[in-house]
């Protein structure tokens, strides 16, 4: 006989976010371990880390109601997964890019500021995934997105991500807060976010240069 945990669907969309935000405090814990046992390159290491720190926070602002705190969640499912919690909530940043950030402070190209880009980014790109389209929902995530983007200096002002996020700011401008993205514009926008995401990561400077 088959047992189901869940009434109706929303129900059913709560246990699948809380499936999710399990695997991501485990798979994050793994990759923490990985890194430090010197298993995984510094670099799959930070990229990997990026889009989980990025995905959980996400994650947990969609289910702040639901799991109004996620120390709560991991005791509850004794999850033992103390680098996880480390990394996702006292951090918010990978161990690269704070070491980086700690050895230059002073440099031109911030880590924190790379770090807080990336996860601006996929932010964004989830949020569309959730069907996060309301103006009042996704203007605030372009304008932190655009406003660290303007932090970084290597950036030229002509950089393709400024330049799209200034036009869908400017078009959401003229909405009306409760007013939702069509569904074509939804997928111009990820378009647009995953194209500017990757121009992105192409103009960092590579370790070393």
């Known amino acids: 006989m088959e047992v189901k945990l869940w009434n109706d669907k ?9 499936a999710e935000l399990y695997a991501i405090i485990k798979a994050t814990e793994k990759l923490e371990k990985a890194y430090v046992r010197d298993i995984i390159p510094s670099s799959d290491y930070e990229a990997e880390c990026q889009k989980l720190i990025a ?11 639901t799991v109004p705190s996620i120390e709560r969640f991991h005791d509850t499912y004794k999850m033992d997964c103390p680098a996880a919690m480390n990394r996702l909530i006292t951090s918010g940043v990978p161990a690269t890019v704070e070491h980086r950030a700690a050895a230059a402070a002073s440099g031109v190209t911030s880590a924190a500021t790379v770090a807080e880009c990336v996860q601006n ?17 996704v203007f605030p995530l ?3 997105l655009s406003g660290s ?3 970084l ?9 400024k330049t799209k996020m200034r036009e869908w700011i400017g ?10 993205l069509t569904e074509q514009q939804s997928r111009q926008l990820h378009f647009d976010l995953e194209s500017s995401y990757n121009s992105f ?9």
């Open 10 to 18: 929303r129900e059913r969309e709560m246990y699948d976010n809380f």
């Open 55 to 65: 995905h959980f926070k996400t994650l947990s602002s969609t289910l702040k109601d």
């Open 121 to 137: 980014f996929i932010t964004a790109m989830d949020s569309l995934k959730l069907n996060m389209v309301a103006v009042d929902q």
């Open 142 to 144: 372009l304008s932190d």
């Open 149 to 151: 983007l303007n932090k």
């Open 153 to 161: 200096s290597i950036l030229p002002p002509d950089f393709e991500g």
């Open 171 to 180: 078009r959401l401008a003229k909405m009306g807060a409760a007013d939702e």
């Open 201 to 209: 990561m192409a103009a960092l400077p590579t370790a070393g240069s």
